[in-house]
């Protein structure tokens, strides 16, 4: 059996003595004084005196070993024992080499692959607890709050093209409703029928313009609405018959 034990830093390799300083007020403030988190840098020691990491480089593996608690980049702060791994030294070795296949260093990211996920990758294979959740609990909430903020972009980008859609089809809907066209006068096909086509702009009128029915009642009303229908009865009867004249001469 070997021990396994977390050492943790203060990220300070900004380049920034400002920004670094920050950094360590960050971490004073919102771990020793709240115990919420902080910005912190983490490698695993197993068998030996090196501790094990990974960071960001543009060709080959992100893993990297160095004396244990001497990161030259970083302020260091504290270790933890996490257990003991039952694994010999041959298979720990084993499992750094198929971490270092896996962790290239073009895949690293400040947010969802960084050290501190690394490492707890590792514990994981060496069969010991992840590290502390306050290690990287930063790192945590920059990740869901960037993926919360694409999900909200793409339902907005959603609801969007579906209100343009909706709108789309109102407005020709209405566009051919309330278009102009003339009244379709009856032809020989449709001068038996006894009742004109009309388009939209009648029935737009008929609407708008408020009309009612009249409740007079009265006997010359009467009268005068089967005047009318004779008329028009005897209209359409004429029709085919100099239709027929014309054609016959």
């Known amino acids: ?15 920034s003595e400002k920004t670094n300083n920050t950094i360590m007020q960050i971490n004073k403030i919102f771990k020793d004084a709240m115990g919420i988190g902080g910005i912190f840098h ?16 543009e060709q080959g593996t992100g893993v990297f070993s160095c ?5 030259p980049m970083y302020t260091y702060r504290e270790c933890i024992v996490l257990g003991s791994t039952n694994l010999s030294i041959f298979k720990v070795n084993q499992i750094l080499r198929e971490l270092s ?25 060496l069969g010991v607890p992840k590290i502390p959740g306050w290690v990287n609990r930063f790192a945590h909430a920059g990740d869901t709050a960037v993926e919360v903020a694409g999900t909200t972009a793409l339902r907005f980008r959603q609801a969007k093209t579906e209100i ?8 020709r809907f209405l566009l051919s409703a309330t278009s102009s066209s003339p009244v379709v006068p009856d032809t020989t096909s449709n ?9 939209g702009t009648w029935f737009k009128n008929l609407i708008t313009s408020g009309a009612k029915p009249s409740s007079s009642g009265s006997d010359a009303d009467e009268k005068e609405g089967e005047d009318v229908l004779r008329k028009s009865s005897e209209e359409d009867a004429e029709v085919p ?9």
């Not at 290239?104 to 947010?111: K, N, S």
């Not at 001068?191 to 388009?199: A, I, K, V």
Request: contains cysteine; proline residues 3%.
């Open 101 to 125: 296949r896996e962790w290239p260093g073009h895949t690293y990211d400040l947010l969802s692959r960084n050290c501190n996920h690394f490492c707890d990758e590792l514990c994981e294979r």
């Open 241 to 249: 018959l100099r239709q027929n004249s014309r054609t016959d001469s």
């Open 67 to 71: 004396p244990s608690g001497k990161n």
């Open 42 to 57: 983490s490698a695993v020691q197993v068998y030996g005196d090196d501790e094990w990491s990974f960071g960001f480089c």
């Open 164 to 171: 343009v859609s909706a709108s789309k089809v109102a407005y």
């Open 191 to 199: 001068s038996g029928r006894g009742t004109p086509r009309f388009q």
């Open 1 to 15: 059996m070997a021990e396994v034990v977390l050492h943790i830093y203060d990220v300070t390799n900004s380049g």
